[in-house]
């Protein structure tokens, strides 16, 4: 089975900086794409960023300058680099993968952005 574990969110200030883990299991990152979601309560899920297994990314409109995704395939691992971070960025970070036609998904983090 693939398993997806999140890591690395918290509480910070505007303008702050997190860096969120995704660590996956059987190297799925070699082969399809990684991306992230997030979700406020009262929101839609939202497609924040992905990368491709050739490594090409795409971000939502919303983050694009300010979030930067990333992987280390020795690691199994993407990561999402969260730099100048608003209040409208708090919200549960799902790292999600789609392999043959199913989604998994990690347990998610939290990031609150907030004075």
């Known amino acids: 089975q693939v398993q997806l574990v999140e890591s690395g969110g918290g509480l910070v200030q505007p303008g702050g900086s997190l860096r969120l883990s995704c660590v996956g299991s059987?190297?799925?990152?070699?082969?399809?794409?990684m991306r992230w979601y997030r979700q406020a309560p009262g929101k839609e899920r939202e497609l924040v960023a992905s990368?491709?297994?050739?490594?090409?990314?795409n971000y939502a409109d919303s983050v694009k300058g300010r979030f930067t995704i990333s992987r280390d395939m020795s690691k199994n691992t993407v990561y999402l680099q969260m730099n100048s971070l608003k209040p409208e960025d708090t919200a549960v970070y799902y790292c999600?993968?789609?392999?043959?036609?199913?989604?998994?998904w990690g347990q998610g983090t939290q990031v609150t952005v907030s004075s």
């Open positions: 990368i491709t297994s050739g490594g090409s990314t």
């Open positions: 999600n993968v789609n392999l043959l036609g199913i989604n998994y």
């Open positions: 059987g190297g799925i990152f070699s082969i399809t794409t």
